[in-house]
Nanobody, 116 residues
Framework: QLQLVESGGGLVQPGGSLRLSCEAS????????VAWYRQAALGKQREWAA????????NYADSVKGRFTISRDNAKNAMYLQMDSLKPEDTAVYYC?????????WGQGTQVTVSS
């Protein structure tokens, strides 16, 4: 079973940058398609932000396209989200997600707050 642990969240001013990391263990990370989701507040729907396939193809939500970059390093069992030009509306808990067939796993989340 795959375990996912996010890190790298924090408080940043508008226009700033953060880099989130997701470290995986328990299985071969390279066989999973992975993604980042975010949830702005309790009660709000968790929304998809970015995804990367096992072959490295990427896709982004319109709200983050051009500002966020998703990447993975299978040798390190890790995935990253480089977030630039951050806006207050990017404030959310960010979750790492991995899927292979019907198997789906979530991390515990890391808080990102964009505020002056």
């Amino acid at each position: 079973q795959l375990q996912l642990v996010e890190s790298g969240g924090g408080l940043v001013q508008p226009g700033g940058s953060l880099r989130l990391s997701c470290e995986a263990s328990g299985d071969d990370f390279s066989i999973y398609a992975v993604a980042w989701y975010r949830q702005a507040a309790l009660g709000k729907q968790r929304e998809w932000a970015a995804a990367i396939t096992t072959r490295g193809s990427t896709n982004y939500a319109d709200s983050v396209k051009g500002r966020f970059t998703i990447s993975r390093d299978n040798a390190k069992n890790a995935m990253y989200l480089q977030m630039d030009s951050l806006k207050p509306e990017d404030t959310a808990v960010y979750y790492c997600y991995a899927q292979r067939g019907v198997d789906r796993y979530w991390g515990q989340g890391t808080q990102v707050t964009v505020s002056s």
